[in-house]
């Protein structure tokens, strides 16, 4: 166990199923600590998609791209609007950042605190968007 509050090496890496889904496109999300205890929040990595995806799409398959760019966002949302249609009502966006590539989202993860292997897909949590 590393002594230090940075996370190690392998602590920065991802899970293969992860860092697959993120490459083909796919969104992840981790639950966090909320501002007040009647919110909840969520940070997500959404990739960023490109024309090629859309054709991909369009013909039926997912595209993977290892050069791609990512958004990440810090949400804090009123927890009893969370299962609704209103979950953006009373939503704060707390924090964003545009991602240029892989490197320097593990770079920002590590800014915030956060490990890739914390990440979850959005349907194994409450995350609203």
């Known amino acids: 166990m590393s002594t230090s509050s940075r996370p190690n090496s392998s602590e920065r890496s991802w899970p293969i199923d992860k860092l697959t889904a993120l490459r083909c496109g796919q969104r992840l999300v981790i639950e966090v600590s909320a501002t007040r205890p009647e919110r909840r ?8 998609l490109t024309p090629a995806d ?3 799409r369009r013909e039926g398959w997912k595209r993977a ?5 990512f958004h990440l966002q810090h949400w804090d949302y009123d927890a009893d609007r969370i299962s609704g249609f209103d979950h953006d009502i ?9 991602i240029a ?9 590590d800014a915030w605190h956060l490990r890739p292997d914390q990440f979850l897909y959005p349907w194994q949590t409450d995350d609203p968007t």
């Open 41 to 48: 929040a969520f940070i997500g990595i959404t990739p960023v």
């Open 54 to 56: 859309t054709q991909a």
């Open 65 to 69: 791209d290892d050069a791609r760019a």
């Open 90 to 98: 009373g939503a704060v966006l707390i924090r964003a950042a545009a």
């Open 101 to 109: 590539n892989e490197q320097e989202l593990i770079t920002t993860l």
